[in-house]
């Protein structure tokens, strides 16, 4: 069974950055085709494409974000790692980790995570 | 980037009848492998999304088959057979044929 559970503050200011991790069990993200996807949703709003990191550590990121977002995996082979810098109140939102794979008969999002809400107030 | 535009924003059914969101995409969806990378997904109230329908009609693992997709191209329909009350919630199209993309949603209720 696939899991994935977000953790991280609930509560930055602006101009922090923001670290998020998201451990997961089920899958190796050594597995051909796999990744590890960031989405967001601001409250009462649609969801919102960040980034993701394949299992061959090939990263991509949404293009209207790129130079605030950084992927990485973790320190533990289970961990995905997302920081954000330079927070600004309309950051906040609930971001998801998501179990991404991609193969000839699938390419979408299989697995989200629970999500994690994050504030930015001062 | 792909902009996905779905109707109606919000949809009011009676339970027990038959429901349609549809999904328009700015471009074509067929990735050059032939495949077409659409994906409807369910959030309910307070819930993370999850996964109904990939590749445009196949459902995901566990979903009722009152839930089916079709369409091709850049025109594409969820369809909900029968409306219980365990499927109000916002429903998601979402496109990897390239760098994903969601729709605004569509949010169902009981009428």
């Known amino acids: 069974q696939i899991t994935l559970k977000e953790s991280g503050p609930t509560l930055v200011k602006p101009t922090q950055t923001l670290t998020l991790t998201c451990t997961f069990s089920?899958?190796?993200?050594?597995?051909?085709?796999?990744?590890v996807a960031w989405i967001r949703q601001p409250p009462g709003k649609a969801l919102e494409w960040l980034t993701v990191?394949?299992?061959?550590?090939?990263?991509r990121y949404s293009p209207s974000l790129r130079n605030r977002l950084t992927v990485t995996k973790g320190t533990f082979e289970d961990q995905v790692v997302l920081t954000l810098t330079n927070m600004d109140p309309v950051d906040t939102a609930t971001y998801f980790c998501g179990h991404r794979r991609e193969s000839y008969d699938f390419s979408g999002v299989e697995v989200w995570g629970q999500g994690t809400t994050v504030t930015v107030s001062s | 980037d792909i902009v996905m535009t779905q109707t109606p924003p919000s949809l009011p059914v009676t339970l027990g009848q038959p429901a349609s969101i549809s999904c328009r995409s700015s471009?074509?969806?067929?990735?050059?492998?032939?495949?077409?990378?659409l994906s409807w997904l369910q959030q309910r109230p307070g819930q993370p999304p999850r996964l109904l329908i990939y590749?445009?009609?196949n459902r995901f693992s566990g979903v009722p088959d009152r839930f089916s997709g079709s369409g091709a191209g850049t025109d594409f329909t969820l369809q909900i057979s029968r409306v219980e009350a365990e499927d109000v919630g916002i429903y998601y199209c979402m496109q990897a044929t390239q760098s994903p993309t969601f729709g605004q949603g569509t949010k169902l209720e009981i009428k």
């Open positions: 471009q074509s969806l067929v990735h050059s492998n032939g495949n077409t990378y």
């Open positions: 590749k445009i009609s």
């Open positions: 089920g899958f190796s993200l050594s597995t051909s085709g796999v990744g």
């Open positions: 990191i394949y299992w061959n550590g090939d990263k």
